[in-house]
C-alpha cells in the first residue's frame, strides 16, 4: 500500500485472480475495507448477519467494514475466487447503486463478463506509481459497474424522481460551465429533452433551466458571505461568463446587488 491510494476517493488495495484453488479460509471476524469475491469454479460457504450462503460457479459476495463474517471452501469441491479489496470516502456512495448491501451481501446470478476482467485487472494490477494506482482504480470501477448494472439498486423512488436525481447530481458537478443547458443535461442521461423538460416541471415546479440559475445564484450567495474575491470572479464561479448579467440575475432573485448582499451579511 502506498500514501498514493490513500489519496484519492476511491482506493484499491488489491485485485486478485489466482489459479490455484482458493483453500484459505477467513474468520469469523471483522474487516475494515469492502471486499467483493466473484466464485470462478468448485464451492464454499459466507456466513454474515447471522445466515449461512453456500455460493457456487458465478455468484459473487461482498464483506462490508465492520460486519462480523466467515468464509470458506468446501471440502470436497474448494472453490477458485478472484476478489477485489477497496476503500474511500466514494466506496460506499458507489454500493448505493447496487443491490449488494448488509442484508442482501450475495450476487445469485451469474455476470459472465466478470471473470476475463477480474484476470485482466489483476494481471495489471500495480501498487507503487500514481500511474499504477489510476490504473488500479479504473478497473475498480469497471468491476463496480458491472455490478450495478446487472444488480442495480431496488428503489421506491418512481422513474421520474431517479431521473431528477440524476439530472441534478450532474447539474451539481458542472454549474460552473457556462455552457451548461437542458440539451447537455439531457445528451448526459440519454433522454430527451423534451421528457427532461416535462420531469423537472412535474417533480419540482420548476424548469431545468431555472434550477441551474437558482443553483449558480446560491452558490455565489455563499461565495460572498464567506470569501473576498470580487463580484466578478464570483460570476466566473458560479457559471457567468458576463458579470453584468450576473449581477442583474442576482438582483431579480435576491432583492439587492450583489455588492449589497455582502454587505448585509
Not at 459472465?112 to 507503487?128: H, I, M, R, Y
Not at 489510476?134 to 431496488?154: D, E, M, Q, W
Not at 421520474?160 to 450532474?170: D, F, K, M, P, V
Amino acid at each position: 500500500m502506498t500514501d498514493n491510494n490513500e489519496k484519492l476517493y476511491l482506493s484499491v488495495w488489491g485485485i486478485h485472480y489466482p489459479i490455484e484453488n482458493e483453500n484459505f479460509r477467513w474468520g469469523p471476524g471483522v474487516r475494515d475495507i469492502y471486499i467483493i469475491h466473484y466464485v470462478r469454479e468448485g464451492k464454499g460457504y459466507f456466513e454474515c448477519g447471522g445466515k449461512k450462503y453456500t455460493l457456487t460457479r458465478g455468484q459473487s459476495f461482498l464483506v462490508i467494514p465492520g460486519q462480523l463474517v466467515n468464509y470458506y471452501p468446501d471440502e470436497n469441491e474448494p472453490w477458485k475466487y478472484a476478489w477485489v479489496d477497496f476503500s474511500g470516502i466514494e466506496a460506499k456512495k458507489l454500493l448505493l447503486y447496487c443491490s449488494l448491501s448488509a442484508d442482501a451481501p450475495v450476487a445469485e446470478r451469474e455476470i459472465p463478463e466478470l471473470d476475463a476482467l477480474f484476470k485482466t485487472a489483476s494481471e495489471q494490477f500495480g501498487n507503487v506509481t500514481p500511474a499504477d494506482v489510476c490504473r488500479n482504480v479504473g478497473f475498480a470501477r469497471l468491476i463496480l459497474s458491472t455490478y450495478i448494472k446487472h444488480y442495480p439498486a431496488v428503489s421506491g423512488k418512481t422513474v421520474g424522481e431517479l431521473l431528477i436525481t440524476r439530472a441534478a447530481e450532474y447539474i451539481e458537478n458542472n454549474y460552473r460551465r457556462p455552457e451548461l443547458n437542458i440539451d447537455m443535461i439531457a445528451e448526459q442521461l440519454s433522454v430527451n429533452r423534451v421528457t427532461l423538460h416535462r420531469k423537472f416541471t412535474e417533480e419540482l415546479n420548476i424548469s431545468p433551466g431555472n434550477y441551474i440559475i437558482r443553483l449558480r445564484i446560491k452558490k455565489a450567495c455563499g461565495l460572498l458571505t464567506e470569501s473576498n474575491y470580487s463580484v466578478k470572479a464570483i460570476a466566473y464561479s458560479t457559471g457567468f461568463s458576463d458579470q453584468l448579467y450576473f449581477s442583474k440575475v442576482f438582483k431579480k432573485l435576491m432583492g439587492m446587488t450583489p455588492t449589497q448582499y455582502r454587505k448585509n451579511k
